[in-house]
């Protein structure tokens, strides 16, 4: 496939027409039709302890739960005149992490540093140095930027009804509210946006350390967090990470039995170097090659990015492939963009916009999102690449469930599944079937399969030995019989393979005589 252009830049940025003004930190960016409501709540993980290997000299270790900081955006009832007197400035995203929330669990020394933590790590992001190495003209920028008003109001009540979740993961530098903008902007099309500090295991630090089961285990408490919020419907959820908090989220896709719809992966360095190079991350990937959950990958254009390694890992999913004609690796958050030029703002802008597209359709059932994504029209800020998934085959546990909740005679969906895999796979489903005490089961669902893959001996000879469990030695001998005579004619199997079937074949029918 082709490199494509995005669609024209107006019209990726005339996704909404808030009637209300905009945040000053959105730029030409324009709301959804809601208004955005933000609260935050610290909240305890029993399953895991926090501070237990620091506790001060000659004094016994007292185990603490994790302390979780969670930040949520959401879709708020209204948003007029009176209400906008509550709207927040960006100081009150720093003030959300402080004592004022009042940390349960004895949490407020954790509250307390991570608010210096928020702090230096926003500031180093939009000026350029570590907070205390701030110059004169940097603290009259900063106090500015602390007073320019955002989107959100504190503690809004929410719009009636549920609405799909995002969670959100920054990178290694990173802090909750380091793409703000982008999680406004989502709460305003109707979106449920949680964040967190996603703090190292070693509370010594506040930092995000880059350890994958970490990160893991903290989005899946947000997840269960979520299900508690009374406007949040979880059974559509995304993630969107960016640098390590995209690994983190990409890696959280490949957890068996993932809750996932979608994932957007914001510029993660894994693009631009050898994927062998981060084996932890490489080794989450290979839990779960089968995945269908779609992907947005963004990534920077003139560094070369090496999308194609993931090619082995995503195979199966509907992948769009976004790249950005120059852009820094921070700019892919609002913390780095909005005090950069135009140009870059207007990427970013660009980039929040093709992502909402790529949640409403994967979130929303929106099929003219998916048209617009997939077939893409005029030249704008972005470049796009679709690639087809490829078929997901079904497993034999799958066959095994079909077949028994709908029986043989749903002939349309079982069959169309049969012909699509290998005979060793409906073999896999009648065994399992058999090793749950299913043996009839078992063998209604091989005998039905014959018919739709007449030419298979594999089939016929499991047929056969099915039969013969039942105790007809009779039909499990014509059977066998019938397994050697498609044997030479049957192509899914290999030479090796046939030989070592016949083989089989022949010391059943052995066995059978002597029995």
């Not at 350890?211 to 406007?231: C, G, I, Q």
């Not at 998916?370 to 029209?377: E, F, I, K, Q």
């Not at 050697?484 to 070592?500: C, Y």
Request: charged share 20%; hydrophobic share 45%.
């Amino acid at each position: 496939m082709t490199w494509i252009r995005w669609w024209g830049l107006g019209a990726a940025l005339a996704l909404g027409a808030g009637a209300w003004g905009q945040s000053e930190f959105w730029g030409e960016l324009r709301a959804g039709k809601y208004a955005v409501g933000f609260r935050t709540q610290y909240l305890q993980d029993v399953a895991r302890s926090y501070d237990a290997d620091y506790a001060p000299s000659g004094s016994s270790v007292v185990k603490k739960p994790r302390p979780i900081l969670a930040a949520i955006w959401y879709p708020a009832a209204i948003r007029n005149d009176a209400v906008m007197e509550h709207s927040m400035v960006y100081r009150d995203y720093l003030r959300a992490v402080s004592l004022e929330n009042r940390p349960v669990g004895g949490a407020a020394d954790f509250a307390a540093r991570l608010r210096r933590h928020t702090r230096d790590m926003s500031a180093e992001y939009m000026l350029g140095r570590e907070f205390d190495k701030l110059t004169e003209q940097d603290r009259v920028a900063w106090e500015e930027i602390q007073a320019t008003p955002v989107f959100a109001i504190r503690d809004a009540s929410p719009a009636a009804g549920k609405f799909p979740v995002v969670i959100y993961h920054p990178g290694l530098g990173g802090t909750y509210e380091d793409n703000l903008v982008a999680c406004e902007f989502l709460a305003s099309r109707g979106y449920v946006v949680l964040s967190s500090a996603y703090q190292a295991a070693d509370s010594s630090i506040l930092n995000i350390n880059g350890d994958l089961s970490t990160s893991n285990a903290d989005l899946n408490f947000l997840l269960r967090h979520a299900a508690s919020l009374p406007f949040a419907d979880i059974s559509k959820v995304a993630a969107m990470g960016h640098s390590y908090g995209a690994q983190a989220v990409l890696s959280w896709r490949a957890q068996p039995n993932s809750a996932l719809d979608a994932v957007v992966f914001l510029d993660s360095t894994v693009a631009y170097t050898p994927l062998d190079e981060h084996a932890a991350f490489k080794a989450s990937l290979e839990r779960n090659r089968n995945s269908a959950v779609p992907v947005m990958l963004f990534a920077d254009g003139r560094r070369g990015p090496h999308l194609d390694a993931f090619d082995a890992f995503l195979s199966f999913a509907p992948r769009y492939e976004v790249l950005v004609d120059g852009m820094e690796h921070n700019s892919f958050v609002s913390q780095g963009a909005v005090r950069k030029d135009e140009g870059v703002r207007r990427k970013y802008e660009a980039m929040c916009a093709a992502v909402a597209t790529f949640l409403d359709g994967y979130l929303k059932g929106d099929a003219q999102a998916l048209a617009a994504l997939r077939n893409p029209a005029g030249a704008g800020a972005l470049q796009m690449k679709y690639r087809e998934p490829q078929r997901v085959l079904p497993t034999g546990a799958q066959i095994a469930r079909l077949y028994t909740a709908e029986g043989p005679m749903n002939t349309g969906v079982l069959s169309s599944l049969v012909k699509s895999v290998e005979p060793e796979v409906v073999g896999e489903a009648a065994d399992i079937l058999d090793e749950e005490g299913r043996s009839r089961e078992a063998l209604g669902l091989l005998t039905w399969s014959v018919t739709v893959m007449p030419k298979s001996a594999l089939l016929r000879a499991a047929l056969a030995e099915s039969v013969g469990k039942m105790g007809d030695k009779a039909g499990a001998r014509k059977h066998y019989e019938q397994a050697l005579t498609l044997l030479p004619e049957d192509h899914t199997l290999e030479a090796g393979e046939k030989a070592v079937l016949a083989k089989a074949i022949e010391s059943a029918m052995i066995a059978l005589r002597k029995n």
